[in-house]
């Protein structure tokens, strides 16, 4: 049975090849035509047209961590569709190293000297000790998990910030709408890690803005609709905030005219804090389809309502 296939990537040859040398048992051929008799599709962006005329689809593995991509055109996919999604460690490394850096480049400064370079400027202006930054890590799945841990392994104080309570790990977690306001204020870097879902779509608002500590930084690992981008801009130009880093957009490529592109405090990187590795993704993908063939519990599967 043929699995569709789509991957608007440069390398989606190399995935494709990945992911039919992993299914080699499967009587499979992965196709990028419509549906029609597929059972199972590995997408990533894909268009909706893709998917009409596809009744027999079972399963919808997203190519990455995210799946909102995929719960923006639930009108066109078959009702008994069940999604699942890319969990795995490698890119939990990379969000993690990206994070960690992020950090490390607000706490000791760097982009404050970076300016002070460009103006000749010789002005140390170095922060307090790591025990004493605080770093929220808002979002507490795998890969959030995998941020405050690097971040908490250099000695930075961390808290997790998650929907529901979870088990503690060696950094508190802390649930709900009230502790993230209480939270907050204390945060001196807000790392945003979250699944795209309605209840965190401009999450980042001028209230959300307005609570964060003077001189704290942002940084989005997450999705750009998390931000609402004028008051972003507005708390960065009155100097509430000193600094964000951004990595996802709501319109990507960011478009040239996006005022973040030349604002003097902001870091902007092109969606690649935790690009899906090819070789472990495809197996993570690869078992997620022979489980669902021999109708075995899936392990990273989406629930539809909660939206991740
Ligand atoms: C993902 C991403 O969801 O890279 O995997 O944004």
Sequence with gaps: MPILFHCPWPNADEWRTALANRTRDEPVAWTDARAGSADVAAVWNAPPELFLAGPNLGLICSLGAGVDHLLQMQDHLSLKARLTRIVDPRMSQRMAIYGLAAVLRYHRRFDRYAIQQAEGRWEPCEGPDVDRFH???LGQGAIGT????????VGFRVTGWARTQKRPPAWPIVAGDDQLQALLPTLDAVILVLPLTPATRGLVNAGFLAQMKPGAVLI?????????EPALINALDSGWLAGATLDAFGAEPLPVDNPLWTHPKVLITPHVAGLSNVETGAAVIAAEISRFRRGEPLHHEVRLELGY
């Design 146 to 153: 995998a941020i405050a841990e690097a971040v908490h392994q």
């Design 220 to 228: 989005n690992q997450g999705r750009g609709e998390h931000i609402v």
């Design 135 to 137: 770093v929220g890590v």
